[in-house]
């Protein structure tokens, strides 16, 4: 599975964005795909993951939660997140990526990455 990112960009606090990701390959229904992401000098945190049956379950950090919605397109290959309310805190690099089947909040447990994509919020 190959990855692709987009959507970034420089926004003012309280505007919105979304991000999409990209994949290539005919199974891409049956995995998992997860945004991370980083800040200079951070670890690599988790944002929000969807499940691989369809997308029937939605998962969020706690610092996004109520402001960030994550959805799926299989017939397009494609995931979204939708970053409202957007913080100057949310500012990092942005990465989708994606592991067969289930679930994690752990970004060792993803073997596909894309490339990432810079969101700046300005205060």
């Known amino acids: 599975v190959q990855l692709q990112a987009s959507g970034g960009g420089l926004v003012q606090a309280g505007d919105s964005l979304r991000l999409s990701c990209a994949a290539s390959?005919?199974?891409?229904?049956?995995?998992?795909v997860a945004w991370f992401r980083q800040s200079p000098g951070q670890e690599r945190e988790f944002v929000s993951g969807?499940?691989?049956?369809?997308?029937?379950?939605?998962y969020y950090a706690d610092s996004v939660k109520g402001r960030f919605t994550v959805s799926r397109d299989n017939a397009k290959n494609t995931v979204y997140l939708q970053m409202n309310s957007l913080k100057p805190e949310d500012t990092a690099v942005y990465y989708c990526?994606?592991?067969?089947?289930?679930?994690?909040?752990?970004?060792?447990?993803?073997?596909?990455w894309g490339q990432g994509t810079l969101v700046t919020v300005s205060s």
């Open positions: 990526a994606a592991r067969p089947n289930l679930h994690s909040r752990y970004p060792s447990n993803y073997p596909y």
């Open positions: 390959g005919r199974t891409f229904s049956s995995y998992s």
């Open positions: 969807i499940s691989w049956n369809g997308g029937s379950s939605t």
